[in-house]
């Protein structure tokens, strides 16, 4: 008996993959856990693998469609040795049934052109059709080939309606140009972090960090630290521990906005931003607030190999509640994050750089780190903003007080 192998639960929020490659064919023979077909999310590539040994049916999905969860990939038939010819993706025609009695008939909706079968994947169709609206009105698409995605038409749905105006003339590109189609990864950062924008009331407040405390700390307790929990002492677990401290006095940073409800939580999953090969991701710490400097730094060191070899989780990528970026391992000095929405707050960590400070009425030289909070300003003050920043720098330049708890 056939096997249906279809599309996986895909993580929080995410319905709908598109299909990237398909890794073996029609009638081919496959293990048991062998990867068969790859899927796109908005988040991460995720592979659909064979639940038990046997030869592929026909492929009920073309590479670059656009599939929700639970729709049928494909079919397996366990045992077989793959010498089975996979049959017509074609259903099979039934007789129609006898013409029912006529009734009146309802005001017909506006069938999108022909065209579009080509042009738009099918979720997208359907909404175009529903909307009375063609491919053509959407123009280039995001999905593969420039085909209209059911994001492409609910971004143009959600635009408010301009006069009608002259198209924009195609763009001649330079013979020493190279065109490469954005992955659907790369499109979900560019999307979200414009709806991020164009939603919060987002401000950022900066101030700087003279990193001597820490720097002597870890120079101090370094080896022993190694030696005790396998993982070195960095400054990420330092500034998590100074962060968690401060979002528990200032609980509105770690709060959303719901409709006209602000939600406020009683535990901290800190989103850690990392670099991949497909680009930025942030992997969530879960309950953060619950784990000492070796338990995050180990945690953080496992989210950055699996960023590199493109193996984190859909279920490491959602639920976090603050977020941090180090933009300083690639050598920034400033920048003003953008909200990983629908997050209140995110911290960025730039280069420690020694510069010329005053001390006490003299002028000394110290290790400074410029930090940097963007926040919602529908639901944080600047007066708590400003007070985060205070704390997290004391906080970090003298990590004794995280142990008193003052």
């Known amino acids: 008996m056939s096997v249906e192998i279809k599309v996986p639960t895909l993580g929080e929020s995410v319905t709908t ?31 659909v693998s064979a639940p038990q040994a046997g030869a592929l049916g026909p492929q009920a999905a073309k590479e670059g469609d656009e599939v929700e969860v639970g729709a049928l990939l494909t079919t397996l038939e366990p045992g077989a040795a793959g010498t089975v010819a996979a049959k017509a993706a074609t259903p099979e025609k039934k007789a129609a049934p006898a013409p029912a009695p006529a009734a009146p008939a309802p005001a017909p909706k506006v069938a999108a052109p022909a065209a579009d079968a080509a042009t738009a994947l099918p979720a997208a169709r359907k909404l175009l059709a529903e909307n009375g609206l063609s491919a053509q009105q959407i123009g280039q698409g995001t999905g593969l080939g420039g085909r209209v995605t059911k994001g492409d038409v609910l971004g143009f749905l959600a635009q408010p309606q301009a006069p009608a105006a002259a198209p924009k003339p195609p763009r001649n590109d330079d013979p020493r140009e190279e065109r490469v189609k954005m992955t659907r990864l790369r499109r979900t950062i560019a999307r979200r972090l414009k709806e991020a924008q164009n939603t919060a009331a987002m401000l950022t407040t900066f101030n700087e960090i003279d990193m001597s405390g820490a720097m002597a700390l870890r120079a101090e307790f370094q080896d022993s630290f190694v030696k005790k929990h396998g993982v070195k002492l960095g400054f990420m677990s330092i500034f998590s521990r100074a962060v968690i401290a401060a979002l528990k006095e200032f609980p509105a940073i770690n709060a959303e906005i719901d409709g006209e409800d602000v939600i406020y939580r009683d535990f901290i999953n800190l989103g850690i931003a990392v670099g991949g090969p497909n680009g930025l991701v942030v992997p969530v710490i879960r309950d953060a607030d619950k784990m000492g400097y070796a338990q995050i730094e180990k945690t953080i060191a496992g989210f950055g190999k699996a960023a590199r070899e493109g193996t984190l989780k859909l279920d490491e990528l959602s639920g976090g509640t603050f977020s941090i970026t180090n933009g300083g391992i690639y050598g920034s000095l400033l920048s003003t994050p953008i909200l990983n929405a629908p997050q209140s707050g995110i911290l960025g960590m730039h280069s420690i750089q020694e510069r010329p400070v005053a001390v006490n009425g003299q002028v000394v030289i110290r290790p400074m780190m410029y930090v940097a909070l963007s926040y919602d300003h529908r639901i944080v003050d600047g007066k708590e903003a400003v007070s985060f920043l205070v704390r997290l720098k004391q906080n970090v330049e003298d990590p004794r007080r995280l142990l008193i708890d003052v």
């Open 17 to 47: 993959a598109t299909v990237a490659k398909w890794l073996k064919q029609p009638g081919e023979a496959v293990k048991a856990d062998e990867p068969i077909v790859e899927l796109e999310t908005d988040k991460v590539s995720v592979e």
